[in-house]
């Protein structure tokens, strides 16, 4: 969608405006009498039929293209490749990991001695093997995590039937390596729950009628003893059914300290924070947009999506846990970052609170450590202009991972030594690709109102920018969600080796840049976002990097609803687009599955203002013919439960009727990611490539 000249995008421009009165009259009737509602009956007759009759047209053009064949071989071989990090939980004395390969499609969970681990020759113990339960229980299980209680043996582990976000919870004792018998279970539903101690459990379900939340999420908090049945479990807290949902917590401090607490999301970006500790819940003193981190050392740690009490956005802060229902808690400001900085994990050691924080997209580790007077902050030592993320960490252990990683280097685990002051590598992964070739370049594109959106490229170092390299531009620009560069052997072997382009944009409604890059994109003034992408379109055109004809374009979920609108804005900038399990039918959205809970990104049909600027906006009811209208590759799954199949679907058919070409594949499994296992997920991106070479390399 970038790839035009500011004249041709501007003239664009000027047509979509022209046309906008004539284009409401048909959304609206279009709204009233949709004739592809039928399609939102996930599992019904008709729709299942018509979701076989598109896969059969689809996957022969994909499938049969000589070189899907080698695209599939190099995408098992990646996906099934031993050559990952095992990355995990830290939990008394262990590092836990969840890990699947070709011998364990579905996976297992397993653990290490730390001290194994931090050596770099970790010693594994499989606890549960979910290819040999799933085979002993004729279930298609999928692994979705585990909650354990620190200090014994008794976790609960979530179980999920073909990927959905449904799921159900099971007592499993890691001493026996076995489900407890007669140990808490609790059937399939959206469930929430935490630990108090060996014998109960706080837990948010479905508890029947009037108890989910209108996104499908539990609203009532309730305390189950070991013993009982699930029905006679005692009410600890509610909400309301207008809330996105009540979820309980358990808070860790350095001495082992644990502090049960609960959040509700009033919106899915402002919430109520309670301790659990006492006879009734009492509300913690913090502003609606905070997010508490942790304890530590007798503190409450917390981050500020908001300004308060003479904190910043953005910031880092905390007070004395004794303090969360006085009025005026003795809050105290431990890292603000700054305009072209962000926090993007914080996590506990016994000694010190961890934060990754990047600037200008570019990560580092800060240590914030108490020395009881005052806090004193350094930096650990890391190699610069990549990602850091955290790999494992207990606030009541000294050892700490983290992994660094950038689109040409390889993942590397490091231990955080010496009280987490000193990062050392224990192993790095091999080269899933020649990276020789290739170089990593950061630009800067100007959006409409002058905001600078960085993005990055990656592209074969002697290839002449005339404007014919084939590019694949990807985004997701919401919720806060930051991208950060990462090394793919997928990205690597299957598109720069054949020739590719690969970029990253940093548009705004991500995190990139902190809450007030996020903020800036909300509802009515989402457009901001879509001028940020199309702004890199150009850039990348202006600079020889691509043009029109080679710029493909890739986005799920969020990131699905931008090219489903960036193609209804701008099609003439593009030749191919990915569209991943995507929100496209933006007046119906809230209405579908977990929908309702997006309204705080979105905006809601249901109010007036909000409701105009999404009918201009939504993709779904803004299709229309056009000759430079590329063909998209449209996928989703049938047991997708967070975004609705239906979107997909209906976008398609619609397309459909006007005459307009298009791919579709739904994929029968698989959940919100579109891949059940492995093996699936190497499948869809054998055909995403195959595709995007069609599109842009022949």
Not at 134 to 154: I, P, Q
Request: hydrophobic content about 40%; proline content about 5%; some cysteine.
């Amino acid at each position: 969608m970038h790839r035009s000249s500011i004249y041709l995008a501007a003239g664009f421009a000027a047509a979509v405006l022209g046309s906008c009165s004539t284009m409401n009259s048909v959304t609206s009737l279009f709204e009233r009498n949709d004739p592809f509602l039928w399609l939102e009956e996930v599992e019904g007759e008709r729709a299942l039929a018509w979701v076989r009759e598109q896969n059969a047209r689809t996957l022969p053009q994909l499938e049969n293209d000589p070189r899907f064949a080698q695209l599939h071989t190099d995408a098992l071989a990646i996906a099934n490749s031993r050559d990952r990090l095992a990355l995990g939980a830290v939990r008394d004395g262990f590092l836990y990991n969840f890990w699947q390969d070709e011998t364990h499609v579905r996976g297992v969970w397993r653990r290490s001695p730390l001290t194994a681990y931090a050596a770099g020759r970790p010693q594994w113990e499989t606890l549960l093997d979910i290819d040999a339960l799933a085979a002993a229980e004729s279930a298609n299980w999928v692994y979705k995590g585990v909650d354990c209680l620190e200090g014994t043996t008794r976790c609960m582990v979530s179980l999920s039937d073909g990927g959905k976000d449904a799921t159900t919870w099971r007592e499993f004792d890691t001493a026996t390596r076995q489900f407890v018998q007669g140990g808490f279970t609790l059937p399939e539903a959206k469930s929430g729950l935490t630990w108090i101690d060996v014998d109960t459990l706080i837990v948010g379900t479905d508890w029947g009628p009037g108890t989910l939340t209108e996104s499908g999420y539990p609203f009532v908090l309730k305390r189950w003893s070991r013993g009982t049945p699930l029905e006679s479990a005692i009410e600890v807290m509610r909400g309301e059914a207008t809330d996105v949902g009540v979820y309980a917590a358990e808070l860790e401090d350095t001495d082992g300290t644990r502090l049960a607490a609960a959040v509700r999301y009033r919106t899915y970006f402002e919430g109520e924070n309670y301790r659990l500790d006492g006879v009734t819940p009492q509300r913690i003193n913090l502003p609606a947009r905070a997010t508490i981190q942790g304890l530590h050392k007798g503190q409450l740690i917390f981050t500020l999506q908001e300004a308060w009490r003479g904190l910043p956005q953005g910031a880092l802060a905390a007070y004395p846990l004794d303090d969360t229902a006085a009025e005026a808690p003795r809050a105290h400001l431990l890292f603000a970052p700054g305009q072209r900085q962000s926090i993007e994990e914080v996590t506990f050691t016994r000694d010190a609170i961890l934060v990754a924080a990047t600037e200008n997209v570019r990560g580092r580790i800060l240590r914030l450590a108490y020395d009881g007077r005052a806090w004193i902050e350094s930096q650990i030592d890391l190699p610069a202009n990549g990602a850091v993320k955290f790999a494992g960490s207990s606030p009541t252990q000294s050892h700490a991972f983290a992994v660094f990683e950038d689109f040409l280097t390889p993942q590397t685990l490091y231990a955080l030594d010496e009280r987490a002051t000193r990062a050392r590598a224990i192993s790095s992964l091999p080269a899933q690709f020649d990276a020789s070739p290739y170089v990593s370049e950061q630009y800067e594109a100007v959006s409409r109102d002058g905001t600078r959106v960085p993005y990055f490229v990656v592209r074969p170092r002697e290839r002449p920018l005339d404007g014919q390299n084939p590019t694949l531009l990807y985004a997701y620009g919401g919720f806060q969600v930051s991208e950060t560069p990462i090394y793919s052997g997928y990205i690597g072997r299957m598109w720069l080796q054949n020739g590719g382009t690969y970029v990253l944009a940093n548009i705004r409604g991500g995190g990139e840049f902190g809450p007030a890059w996020h903020q800036a994109g909300l509802k009515t003034n989402r457009q901001v976002v879509f001028d940020d992408f199309y702004a890199v379109e150009q850039d990348l055109i202006a600079r020889g990097i691509t043009s029109p004809r080679r710029l493909g374009i890739m986005g799920g979920s969020n990131g699905g609803l931008l090219m489903g609108v960036m193609l209804n804005q701008h099609p003439e900038m593009v030749n191919a687009a990915v569209v991943q399990v995507p929100l496209l039918d933006m007046m119906r959205y809230d209405q579908l599955l977990a929908g309702a809970s997006w309204v705080d990104e979105y905006g809601s049909p249901a109010v007036p203002e909000e409701r105009r600027y999404l009918r201009t906006m939504s993709p779904y009811q803004n299709l229309r013919a056009r000759d430079d209208f590329p063909t998209p590759f449209v996928l989703t799954s049938t047991k997708d439960d967070r975004v609705h199949p239906g979107h997909a679907r209906k976008y398609v058919a619609r397309m459909q009727e006007l005459g307009m070409p298009v791919l579709y594949y739904e994929n029968t499994d698989g959940g919100h990611a579109a891949a059940a296992n492995l093996n699936e997920g190497a499948r869809r991106r054998a055909l995403e490539y195959t595709y995007l070479m069609q599109r842009l390399m022949d």
